[in-house]
């Protein structure tokens, strides 16, 4: 193991999503190390194409952005191949990808339908329908869900999928809380039926007279996203105790942000909706809990009315 490349992946997730650092000082070493890099590969992937490595501000629309947006993808691409042919790799994200993927025999596919996930963003893709809306959310994080199962030893296709069930929630509470953010770079992932539904013209989504209207909005994408983490909560039996534990207090972390952005109503957006110290610890222990209860457990059937992942 590299220490270098599990520093360099161990401060980018530190500074990218303080959530899933949180979870992640749960597993066990090995465990830790592992999701750790791939969290630094997906990390950086997202940065690249959107330009924020190579001092581009990111935002979508110009003609030029986005001819380069693409280049970058095809790289990461090309660069993505390299890794499983085994070439060695020189930037240390993919230097730690490699590694994982080789560790834990990783499909080529998840990786290569994770930047799918991203062309979406480059390509402009519009949501019409909350089953677009969903398959963005497998390929940005239903994906990376079933990357960390992997990591964690899963290889049954019925748990995979309540991983990417838990990636599809995140992904969907992530939506609720950025709208605004989102909309200022130009880009909207609520589906425009359900804009056109609420009276929300597509361009003028961040518009203070239209908070309310946006506020039942996020509400609704945050009561969407609740099956998806009931369902998940089915994957933790098939996991370790440890492995077990930081899955369900990420579960509750991310879950605990879209309550938070669905009880603020039109203020959800006055300031970035995070967690404190004081909750973190207090989902910790309710994530032991979790964890606890579920050995041995059977859990019920995924609800066919789910999305389903492609297989």
């Given at each position: ?243 077990a534990w930081a899955i369900a207090t990420a579960h509750g972390v991310y879950r605990e942000i879209g309550v938070k952005v669905k009880n603020r109503g039109a203020h959800a957006w006055d300031g970035r909706v995070s967690t404190g110290k004081a909750e973190k610890l207090r989902l910790l222990a309710q994530g032991a809990r979790m964890a606890v209860t579920s050995r041995g457990e059977t859990p019920a059937p995924r609800p066919v009315t789910l999305w389903q992942r492609p297989r």
């Amino acid at each position: 193991m590299n220490d270098t490349l599990v520093a360099h992946a161990t401060r980018t997730i530190q500074a990218g999503s303080k959530s899933f650092a949180t979870a992640a000082r749960l597993f066990d070493p090995d465990t830790r190390r592992s999701a750790v890099m791939l969290y630094a590969w997906c990390r950086y992937c997202d940065d690249v194409v959107d330009g924020q490595s190579l001092g581009f501000a990111g935002e979508s629309g110009d003609a030029h952005q986005g001819t380069e947006s693409r280049r970058r993808l095809e790289e990461l691409r090309d660069m993505t191949r390299r890794a499983y042919a085994g070439e060695p790799m020189r930037e240390p994200a993919f230097a730690a990808f490699q590694e994982v993927v080789q560790r834990h025999a990783i499909p080529e596919r998840y990786p290569l339908e994770h930047l799918a996930g991203f062309a979406m963003d480059v390509d402009e893709t519009r949501y019409v329908s909350f089953d677009d809306t969903l398959r963005y959310c497998y390929g940005v994080a239903g994906v990376v869900g079933i990357m960390m199962a992997h990591i964690m030893g899963v290889e049954e296709e019925t748990t995979l999928d309540r991983a990417c069930d838990l990636g599809l929630a995140f992904q969907l509470t992530n939506i609720a809380r950025d709208i605004v953010e989102d909309a200022a770079m130009g880009r909207c992932y609520l589906p425009a039926e359900w804009l056109r539904d609420a009276g929300i013209p597509e361009g003028e989504i961040a518009a203070a007279e239209h908070r309310p209207a946006l506020a039942r909005l996020a509400a609704r994408l945050v009561d969407a996203a609740e099956p998806y983490y009931d369902s998940a909560q089915g994957g933790l039996p098939a996991l370790t105790l440890r492995s077990a534990w930081a899955i369900a207090t990420a579960h509750g972390v991310y879950r605990e942000i879209g309550v938070k952005v669905k009880n603020r109503g039109a203020h959800a957006w006055d300031g970035r909706v995070s967690t404190g110290k004081a909750e973190k610890l207090r989902l910790l222990a309710q994530g032991a809990r979790m964890a606890v209860t579920s050995r041995g457990e059977t859990p019920a059937p995924r609800p066919v009315t789910l999305w389903q992942r492609p297989r």
